[in-house]
């Protein structure tokens, strides 16, 4: 199987080449422009190998698109490269919407270019890797879940970038006939995850005792699914997902952003003690604007058509990956200078 990845040199890209790679023994191609939030060192345990190649293009460049399609060959494009940080697209907007919208479509239009020259049209597929913002807020009614039939609402111009781009992807298919699946993910953690999100900085913050910014009261609710369970998932999803179809991913873990802190202050209080608990450094800080109360997934599409079940649940793999942080500071330590909190203005806004 020969695969293409873009935005392999992010964060749940780079899971989903190491699982192509090491796991399934799949041929990739890693497309990423390395941006910020790209970076080479997370695809340190795939260089060399012989079934993967890397190439540094940006995804709204048209020409670049075509030529590595076309000379690559593959069986499956799977897409993830996009802007993803959702305090990013408040103060700069730009950018999601000329990578996550422009970007999809550019990339979308090579791939149909290729695909149409394809003998077996219908052994192609077009994986567009999307988030559960798409859908809004949830109330906190424990029935209110997220399903493939979820009218659209997203709140912030990230969410409402990767709608775009998912319809995009679903018209695609219905006017083209090309054989796209999308996928809609909850809030992912685990290993290689850039320092700004809310996990690795609170994680890196508490062990270097800096302050822990949260949000307003730390009431907002997250669905937390380890990102190895994604990368699994989307492969399943690539492999067997319907043409045409939705498939929304997520671990049935919902916590308050409040809990997620503490939980990761009493872990690193038990690998790495300190004098004082680590909870006395949590600060919260102004509210981000519009920001959704809550998100949770019904996976049960996936788990009853495809066969998929998360394999971490919170505990397991927040005590993981507190402890890859403490185990890889060869990984962190270069992205670190001003994610702190500060460069996001999270700090001077300490309430
Ligand atoms: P990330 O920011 O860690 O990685 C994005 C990657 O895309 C980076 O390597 C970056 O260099 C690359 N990229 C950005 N613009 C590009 C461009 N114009 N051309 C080529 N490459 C470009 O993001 P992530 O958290 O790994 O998310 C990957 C995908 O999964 C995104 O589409 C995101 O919307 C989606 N998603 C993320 C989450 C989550 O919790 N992180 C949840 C659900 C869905």
């Known amino acids: 199987m020969r695969v293409i990845v873009t935005g392999g040199a992010g964060f749940i890209g780079s899971a989903l080449v190491r699982h192509l790679v090491l796991e399934q023994g799949h041929e ?38 075509q030529a590595a399609i076309h000379d690559f060959r593959p069986d499956r494009i799977m897409h993830l490269a996009a ?65 493939e039939n979820t009218p659209y609402d997203p709140s912030s111009p990230y969410s409402a970038s990767k709608a775009a781009s998912d319809h995009l992807a679903k018209a695609w298919h219905r006017t083209y006939g090309m ?51 994604h990368a ?22 919902e916590r308050r952003n409040i809990d997620v802190v503490r939980r990761i202050c009493q872990v690193l209080d038990r690998l790495v003690p300190t004098p004082r608990p680590r909870e006395e450094l949590i600060r919260f800080v102004t509210d981000r604007p519009g920001h959704d109360a809550r998100y949770a997934i019904d996976a049960s599409r996936l788990e009853n058509e495809l066969g998929w079940r998360a394999r971490e649940d919170f505990d397991s793999g927040i005590e993981k990956t507190v402890q890859w942080y403490l185990d890889n500071g060869w990984w962190w330590r270069p992205l670190r200078d001003g994610y702190g909190g500060e460069r996001l203005g999270l700090l001077e806004k300490t309430a």
């Open 232 to 253: 699994r998932a989307l492969d399943l999803i690539a492999e067997r997902g319907v043409p045409g179809e939705t498939y929304n991913v997520g671990g049935r873990n």
């Open 83 to 147: 802007e993803s940080h959702v305090d990013r697209s408040i103060t700069g907007a730009a950018d999601f919407i000329m990578t996550n919208v422009v970007g999809t479509f550019t990339l979308l239009e090579a791939a149909r270019d290729y695909w149409n020259g394809l003998e077996d049209k219908a052994a192609f597929r077009f994986l567009h890797v999307s988030t559960d913002e798409v859908y809004g807020s949830l109330s906190e009614d424990p029935q209110a879940l997220f399903r």
């Open 28 to 65: 990739v191609l890693t497309i990423d422009a390395l941006t910020y939030a790209g970076n080479l060192a997370s695809l340190r345990a795939v260089e060399g190998h012989a079934n993967h190649r890397f190439l540094h293009a940006d995804i709204r460049d048209a020409a670049a698109m």
């Open 179 to 229: 054989p796209i699946v999308v996928s809609n993910c909850s809030n992912n953690y685990g290993p290689y995850h850039f320092p700004e999100k809310l996990i690795p900085l609170t994680i890196l913050n508490a062990l270097e005792g800096r302050e822990l910014p949260v949000y307003g009261a730390g009431e907002n609710i997250r669905d937390w699914l380890y990102v190895e369970d």
